[in-house]
């Protein structure tokens, strides 16, 4: 009976609340009006928008009062949630200018009507035909619109067949990393919108690579409330950071389709097409990619980033991809709280195979305390992965009810071999072969629920659940020769499964103490567990399975009783553990004032876990706890563009690390467990400084400044034992103090006149650390602590010109790397890494044709090496010619065209250096076919 009385108690305040949401809304309330007449206005179109420029509600009625037509009045009515903030209205009628009002819903708003002052349109000056003349303007690159930064894609005019990474490359601060992240002045982009909606979110790439610059209107960066914390009705203290493409009219409904094959030399290919439906409540696009190119650069303007791609990262590695995916997206045209959509629902379908061939070596030298140690390797690795995702997100802001939830499969093949040796001044210790093959299969499904009651005491529920499964089949097969001992063979088969669950509840509960002040209580408990099964079988000890049989890498006795004759006991580990996490929060919030314009944050984590793990390998069968509570504060202030944080965590080190086994399969890396281990505890700090864009006598101007250091309490470092008659090495993580990193960085971005075609960007950095982890040689009684300080300071340089049909970027930059240590052996380095080079592009419009050409050089000095110290150059062009009224595009591509790309990198510290080579694709020359198709609507 008290069962039934608490559900009926319980839907009672779920329907109120739902009830009370839905009718906290305000009017707002104005008047039209002709500026001269005094008159009221009729067909006028009415829109609200937020502080982000964001349109929160269009098509709005504009109604007529008053006694006779010579004293009409016209006056609209705005229903809105009742969320404090800015808001700006406009109004639009043909023949007159716009006309803005803003409005502010304050704090705790009790009033059901706000008046809104009058808004008076002014008359558009008539149009008079006068005699030709010929005007050349420049339309300016940059603005800044309320908190908005706006980048108007028709000022930079790229040439056809330009896609939206392209424009991106081009805006001025704007970087891109090899990884599609875009950054304006230093600041990550968080979410890349297409018309305000999400697009294959987490895969911007598609976009980026595919959208055609042409349909490009302009792109909107500003700051914009996350939508979790829209639907819980609090301030959120780091807003995502938003940069929305705006399509051209005629483009922004309708259909468009982008198609591309392109051959080359060196067996090089690639083909793909992108699809792309709009409609005024939906988007759907669709893709597909076939290449074994795997290229991550483009021509124009990537800055040395081109160049670290090709030189130092050597991420051009040969590969085969076959992709496809499809995206729909539906958004509601009633619009909720802070621009967002009522109704949002999106769901997205991923394919992807990759094949990659990589053949890589090794050289390295080791600075121990006893002198140095030598190794080389050298590696082949053939990988398969397979893949497939489904993604789905709904949103209905009424009733602030969220999920997501998202499927994979993914299926990962490799076969690989590798060959080591060791040697030191006195002789070879030891050396090594190994082949593996093997295949793992990993299954997921995360789903997110959240449901908000903002106006009941802003209350918020959460769930969210997590499974995943892992199977496993691998077969391994070493030699290992040790000095003065005799070979060690072992061949191996691994059968392991894997599987892991989370449950994490949350609830929430955000009060208003008044204007200023707010309260807000957190409650999350996560329940995760994992549980793992690696059976490993030595086949080696099997008849017929030794050094001399020479059998292959993956052969299975035929019957399943032989194989367990090979069951490995001593390795083979079954283990099952629990973890219970507790934590809750209290966060004290002050929102700025007029006399205190400053926000405060104080949050207080009281932070409980529980581990438990079963664990049993050969004769070990343990059962281990663990027990952690902490106090996380943090500290958030902000005011204007300066914002501070402070913080400190701390961390399990992980049971597993803490369980005393001893895992000796590979004679060269021998691991071990520690039971000793404690928390790793960490005190943060972070100081950031973000000018608004400014127009100056010179032009716009804009910068970010940030600093930030980290100071690890304890942490959890490998240290490890080598033993200097054998070459092996054993592995052991150990409790270290002192580990500490301070970062700094300043970017700034000028405009050198009011045309905007000169740009400079400059970008400073320069950081410190100082690292701490344990080194020592067999048979000295405690292992050496391992001090090693690293000083970084950085310079890039980027001079642009950007006229109507030329452009060029001159690039340089200097990196100064420091970095010693405190044993005798341990060698000092001071040593410079220059960059330099230069983008050109050239527009013939009479002919449509462009040419591009890219120069990056990079130089090192100061590595002690004349194998290091060497400067490489890499020159890419492409020559482009838009045919048949700009629906076709022939291109011809030459990569690396003097044959010069690096396929080798270096690194040196005060612990050792390595030098490796990497297998890379070879210079080529490639002719792309580009068609373009578009359909839109008549307006």
């Not at 493409?245 to 067996?267: D, P, R, W």
């Not at 052991?732 to 002192?738: A, D, L, Q």
């Not at 580990?739 to 410190?768: F, G, R």
Request: aromatic share 12%; charged share 20%; net charge positive.
């Amino acid at each position: 009976m008290s069962s039934n009385r608490f559900v009926l108690i319980f839907f009672a305040i779920f329907i109120t609340a739902v009830s009370y949401a839905q009718e906290s809304t305000v009017t707002l309330q104005g008047g039209v009006q002709d500026v001269f007449l005094k008159r009221g206005l009729f067909d006028c179109r009415v829109a609200l928008f937020n502080s982000d420029s964001i349109e929160v509600k269009s098509d709005i009625k504009v109604y007529e009062i008053g006694e006779d037509s010579m004293h009409v009045s016209t006056i609209y009515s705005i229903n809105t949630p009742n969320v404090a903030g800015n808001y700006l209205i406009r109004v639009q009628k043909q023949g007159y200018a716009d006309g803005w009002a803003q409005v502010v819903i304050p704090q705790d708003n009790q009033k059901k009507q706000l008046s809104v002052p009058m808004i008076s349109l002014r008359k558009l000056m008539r149009e008079n035909q006068l005699g030709e003349a010929v005007v050349q303007a420049t339309r300016i690159k940059v603005k800044m619109r309320n908190d908005t930064l706006v980048y108007d894609a028709a000022a930079f005019n790229l040439p056809s067949g330009s896609k939206l990474s392209h424009l991106i490359e081009q805006l001025p601060g704007a970087t891109m990393n090899a990884a599609g992240e875009i950054f304006i002045n230093g600041r990550k982009i968080d979410e890349l919108t297409l018309n305000s909606r999400s697009f294959f979110r987490g895969n911007e790439a598609v976009l980026l690579e595919n959208l055609p610059y042409y349909t490009v209107k302009e792109l909107k960066v500003f700051e914009r409330q996350r939508l979790e914390m829209v639907m819980r009705g609090q301030k959120d203290d780091s807003p995502e950071y938003v940069m929305d493409v705006n399509l051209k009219n005629e483009y922004s409904l309708g259909a468009m389709v982008n198609a591309e094959a392109a051959g080359g030399t060196h067996e090089r290919y690639l083909t793909r097409i992108f699809g792309l439906l709009l409609t005024p409540t939906s988007t759907i696009g669709a893709f597909a990619n076939l290449n074994n190119t795997n290229d991550i650069s483009r021509a124009i303007a990537r800055g040395w980033n081109q160049g670290e791609g090709f030189i130092m990262g050597n991420q051009n590695k040969p590969s085969t991809r076959k992709a496809a995916g499809l995206t729909f997206e539906y958004q509601s045209t009633e619009k909720a709280m802070m621009g967002y959509p009522a109704l949002m629902e999106s769901a997205q379908l991923s394919f992807d195979h990759y094949q990659n061939l990589d053949a890589s070596g090794r050289y390295k030298e080791s600075f121990l305390p006893s002198g140095s140690t030598f190794e080389r390797m050298q590696r082949n690795l053939q990988t398969t992965i397979k893949a497939a995702q489904l993604i789905n997100k709904f949103n209905y802001l009424p009733w602030s009810l969220s999920h997501y939830l998202s499927v994979g499969y993914k299926e990962d093949k490799e076969a690989w071999d590798k060959a080591t040796q060791q040697w030191n001044a006195q002789q070879t210790m030891a050396s090594q072969q190994i082949d593996a093959l093997g295949k793992i299969k990993h299954y997921s499904m995360l789903s997110m629920l959240g449901f908000s009651i903002p106006h009941l005491r802003r209350l918020s529920v959460g769930f969210n659940s997590l499974w995943e499964r892992s199977d496993r089949d691998y077969f391994h097969r070493q030699t290992t020769a040790l000095a003065h001992q005799s070979n060690d063979y072992r061949h191996e088969y691994t059968d392991a499964r894997t599987t892991e669950y989370r449950v994490e509840p949350s609830l929430s509960f955000y009060q208003n103490l008044s204007s200023l002040w707010s309260l807000h209580f957190k409650e999350q408990y996560k329940l995760s567990g994992k549980s793992s099964d690696d059976q490993y079988f030595l086949l080696s000890d099997l008849k017929g399975w030794g050094l001399e049989d020479s059998v292959q890498v993956n052969l299975l006795p035929s019957n399943r009783d032989r194989l367990w004759q090979a069951y490995d006991k001593t390795n083979s580990t079954a283990s099952h553990s629990q973890r219970h996490e507790n934590e809750f929060s209290v966060t004290l919030k002050r929102s700025k004032s007029e006399h205190f314009p400053i926000d405060l944050t104080l949050t207080l984590p009281l932070y409980f876990q529980r581990e438990r793990l079963d664990y049993h390998r050969g004769a070990m069968d343990t059962l281990a706890h663990y027990t952690m509570v902490a106090l996380h504060p943090s500290f958030y202030l902000r005011h204007k563009q300066w914002s501070l944080r402070l913080g400190f965590t701390s961390s399990t080190p992980g049971l597993m690390n803490m369980i005393p086994y001893r895992d000796a399969r590979n004679s060269l890396e021998i691991i071990e467990g520690n039971p000793l281990l404690k928390t790793n505890q960490r005190w943060n700090a972070s100081l950031s400084y973000q000018p608004k864009w400014q127009s100056r006598r010179v032009g716009m101007t804009s910068g970010r400044a940030e600093t930030s250091f980290v100071y690890h309490l304890r942490s959890v470092a490998q240290g490890f034992t080598y033993q200097a008659q054998t070459g092996a090495t054993t592995y052991r993580p150990e409790n270290v103090r002192g580990n500490w990193a301070w970062q700094s960085s300043y970017h700034t971005t000028i405009s050198l006149h009011q045309n905007q075609q000169w740009w400079v960007d400059s970008h400073t950095a320069a950081d410190v650390w100082h690292s701490v982890d344990y080194a020592a040689l067999d048979g000295m009684a405690d292992a050496a602590l391992n001090k090693v300080e690293t000083v970084n300071l950085n310079e890039s340089l980027k001079l642009s010109y950007k006229s109507r049909h030329t452009k060029v970027d001159l690039l340089g930059g200097v990196l100064w790397r420091r970095t010693w240590g405190h044993r005798p052996t341990q060698t000092s380095l001071s040593a410079f890494d220059f960059r330099y080079g230069f983008n050109f592009q050239q527009t013939i419009p009479q002919w449509k044709t462009t040419l591009n050409v890219e120069t990056t050089v990079l130089s090192r000095r100061g590595y002690g090496s004349s194998a290091f110290n060497k400067s490489e150059c890499v020159v890419n062009a492409s020559l482009t010619q838009s045919l048949w009224r700009d629906k076709w595009e022939l291109t011809l591509e030459g990569r690396d065209l003097f044959h010069q790309l690096s396929n080798t990198t270096y690194e040196v510290n005060a612990q050792g250096r390595t030098e490796t080579w990497y297998r890379v694709i070879p210079n080529y020359l490639m002719l792309h076919l580009v068609y373009k198709f578009s359909l839109n609507p008549k307006r």
